[in-house]
């Protein structure tokens, strides 16, 4: 019952979000469809597409915004490599399988606050997914600070050993993607 109460709560914070969105998206629209000046309509679309690439080009890897927490996916080992290099902080916390080949996971920390549980499964989803353990729709994956990750001496790209690393078992949740992959196609729209 508190899942489907919390659950609830997550879905109308995420429809409000959306229909913010929508609602900016409307002005936008309602701005260029009213202007005669094929000039300023030019400049409006122009100021609209700048700054998506800018971001893109800034932060590699795919990023999701759940519940307030920020959840950074690297796709590779050289998006994972630039994530760990200027992205992520110590306090944030990085996921990874193990035993099997895949992207990591960050989930961006706030001050004073714990990370969720469903958070860290939503992360965990992710990380299962963008593995080779996908196909098995479950994994064990490692968490830890991204404090306590060393980079290995003379190894590949975004190769790191980790220390005081905890254990969870993940097996993949299709709602849980199911949600993500709506997100990111809303945030794709922005």
């Known amino acids: ?4 109460v919390s659950g609830i709560e997550s879905l109308e ?6 229909k913010k969105a929508i609602a900016s998206l409307d002005e936008e629209y309602n701005r260029i469809i009213s202007e005669k000046n094929t000039l300023k309509i030019e400049q409006l679309l122009r100021h609209d597409t700048k700054p998506k690439q800018q971001i893109q080009k800034k932060h590699p890897g795919l ?3 759940i519940d307030g927490w920020t959840i950074i996916v690297g796709r590779n080992s050289s998006e994972n490599d630039e994530l ?18 895949g992207g990591y996971v960050f989930i961006k920390a706030q001050k004073n606050k714990t990370i969720p549980l469903e958070i860290l499964l939503y992360a965990g989803n992710l990380a299962v997914y963008h593995s080779k353990a996908r196909k098995n729709k479950q994994a064990d994956l490692y968490y830890t600070q991204v404090k306590f990750l060393r980079r290995a001496k003379n190894g590949p790209k975004g190769l ?17 993607l199911k949600r993500l992959d709506e997100i990111e196609k809303a945030s794709a729209i922005l």
């Open 1 to 4: 019952y508190k899942k489907a």
């Open 13 to 18: 914070h995420d429809i409000e979000l959306s």
């Open 63 to 65: 990023h999701y915004e």
């Open 84 to 101: 760990l290099r200027h992205t992520v902080k110590g306090q944030d916390m990085w996921l990874h399988t193990r035993d099997y080949a």
């Open 160 to 176: 790191v050993l980790p220390t005081q690393e905890k254990n969870l078992f993940i097996k993949i949740d299709d709602e849980k």
